[in-house]
């Protein structure tokens, strides 16, 4: 099998597995509810929550946790053939990542309108550069800590991801060109996704997070 072949294939079920719509499909079992109809519209784990934080926190570990598949999956793939080089190795796994946040975006089960992709952006990462990944949960942590805005949590470490991969390992020489790239590509589609968020922050009509329901 030739290696453009097998990186068609790391992005077939990259993106086949980001698809899955857990948010969309928990709803659909546990409550007989279409969850694009209540809240933002979003199949995320942030929108699932506010009908039932169980299920969000379900969402949001599945979500993370098919990012997590995608990359495993491109690395069972490369280690099985003696074609590839480490460069190529650092390529398929930041395919797979790009990929599984594309799924969740544009799932063709749902028509292409999936959610924003941060829970699946951090599985998938966490497994190719987890230092970085950390950091940037510690940018949302904070964030939403001291402005309890989910939205400005996460397209800050969006945001904040691509930069802390290039100093803790492009920077450093390794060949991880491919995961930063992707990163960029990944962090760019999430805060585009975020669009009507951006809009409600400035406009100071974004909803605040809050522990208690209601």
């Not at 691509?162 to 060109?177: E, F, K």
Request: aromatic share 10%.
């Amino acid at each position: 099998m030739s290696t453009h072949t097998y990186f068609a294939l790391i992005a077939i079920v990259g993106y086949l597995l980001g698809s899955i719509p857990f948010g969309y499909l928990l709803v659909k079992i546990f409550q007989r509810r279409d969850i694009r109809q209540t809240g933002s519209g979003n199949i995320g784990a942030t929108n699932v929550a506010r009908s039932s934080p169980a299920l969000g926190i379900l969402t949001l570990l599945l979500d993370a946790i098919k990012g997590f598949v995608a990359v495993g999956v491109a690395v069972g793939l490369v280690g099985g053939s003696d074609r590839m080089r480490s460069p190529h190795f650092y390529t398929a796994m930041a395919l797979a990542a790009l990929c599984a946040v594309l799924g969740h975006m544009f799932p063709i089960w749902l028509k292409f309108r999936g959610g924003k992709g941060v829970a699946t952006g951090v599985g998938a990462f966490v497994a190719i550069v987890p230092k970085a990944v950390l950091i940037a949960i510690c940018v949302f942590a904070a964030l939403v800590a001291l402005f309890r805005y989910v939205s400005l949590g996460s397209i800050a470490a969006a945001a904040a991801l691509p930069a802390v991969i290039y100093l803790l390992y492009v920077q450093r020489g390794l060949p991880m060109q491919s995961v930063f790239a992707a990163a960029v590509a990944a962090s760019l589609l999430i805060i585009a996704k975020h669009h009507q968020n951006i809009s409600r922050l400035l406009a100071g009509t974004e909803h605040r997070f809050s522990l208690r329901r209601g």
